[in-house]
């Protein structure tokens, strides 16, 4: 009795030890794989810009509050800067100064000069010809013709002279007072930028500033965006670059919404990289949209390269240096791969259907 209780737990280990060294195996798969690009992002709202300031000034008024629906048009800010309304007033006072019609009286002026210059003209050139006509008779002596050719010559060049100083005295004033004109309305404009004005239909996400702050044209005063309209603004690894393209399906995965997945087509793709990240820049419109969206919240991108339903698959684990598979008598298999995704590859020689395939220890 002894003997056949030790012999029954011998073939018992045996069966034991025999099912231990077993190893477990897989056979290739045939499924739908999908090879994608992964890309970081962030929601941003349609149209979002920051809002900027032309000029500096100290912000005296806030005229809209952060989540206020906004039109174009509407006033967002009002700035205060003596310095912008005083140049205002010294250009409103040049230009009064040198408008053209309230220096006209130098242009009649002038005028008369010419009035004179040719009458004066006109009877030195008679008493010339009577003068030419007398010596031509022998009468009078040539001092006297000579004088008069002089006094003819004189007025002729003096009308001239008075014609030119007319002329460009006329130019003088029309120019100045253009420019002046000129100066007030840039200095209408500047002092009209003090007045900052939404250019969009929307939202305001942000106001960066506050009352009686120092506003300049270098930092920006508030965020503002379409109130209903978001799109994903995503950041494509340069190594990916080379196989994205416009119009590309991109499946979505947000943080906000956990488990749920939103689909969006790519829209815009910036053609040059940012040397600091070495990423480049692109935008996606949403095809299956989430009921509430912020801007800023992070998304997670799976930009969709290719597609196979019916590809011969297995497990990425059990690929060696991406061109081996062990198989079950512990052999190294060459194969070829195509589409690959987070957890198959795409086995397109080298095994088939049928063949057993063991995982290769690390």
């Not at 967002?76 to 009064?96: E, P």
């Not at 399906?249 to 689909?263: G, L, N, T």
């Amino acid at each position: 009795m002894r003997a056949f209780q030790l012999l029954l737990l011998v073939y018992v280990l045996c069966i034991f030890s025999s099912c231990k060294n077993k190893t477990e195996t897989i056979s290739p798969e045939t499924k739908g794989i999908t090879e994608s690009v992964y890309a970081s992002g962030t929601i941003k709202s349609q149209n979002q810009y920051q809002v900027f300031s032309k000029v500096s000034g100290i912000l005296q008024t806030i005229f809209v509050k952060e989540g206020d629906t906004i039109k174009k048009g509407d006033a967002l800010f009002q700035l205060n800067n003596d310095n912008a309304r005083l140049s205002t007033d010294n250009a409103r006072l040049a230009a009064q100064t040198a408008d053209y019609i309230n220096n006209k009286n130098k242009l009649e002026y002038l005028k008369n000069v010419i009035a004179l210059a040719r009458k004066k003209l006109a009877t030195d050139s008679l008493l010339f010809e009577r003068q030419k006509n007398l010596w031509q008779k022998n009468i009078g002596s040539k001092v006297d013709l000579e004088q008069k050719e002089l006094n003819f010559d004189n007025a002729k060049t003096n009308l001239e002279s008075a014609i030119y100083k007319f002329d460009d005295l006329q130019k003088q004033l029309k120019l100045a007072s253009g420019q002046s004109k000129n100066n007030l309305n840039i200095s209408k404009i500047l002092q009209s930028d003090l007045l900052i004005k939404s250019e969009v239909n929307g939202r305001v996400y942000s106001i960066l500033k506050e009352q009686n702050e120092l506003v300049t044209s270098q930092t920006p005063i508030a965020v503002i965006g379409d109130a209903t309209s978001f799109l994903v603004e995503l950041n494509i690894d340069e190594h990916d670059i080379v196989d994205i393209k416009i119009g590309q399906q991109i499946i979505i995965r947000m943080d906000s919404y956990k488990d749920k997945v939103f689909e969006a087509k790519l829209t815009t793709l910036d053609p040059i990289m940012n040397e600091r990240t070495r990423t480049f820049k692109a935008e996606a419109s949403f095809e299956t949209k989430p009921e509430t969206l912020y801007p800023g919240l992070s998304v997670e991108a799976n930009i969709v390269i290719s597609t196979k339903p019916n590809a011969l698959t297995i497990p990425r684990s059990y690929l060696i240096n991406d061109t081996t598979v062990m198989l079950e008598n512990g052999e190294l298999q060459n194969v070829k791969t195509g589409l690959m995704d987070y957890d198959y590859v795409e086995i397109t020689s080298g095994i088939s259907s049928t063949s057993k395939l063991i995982l290769p220890k690390k």
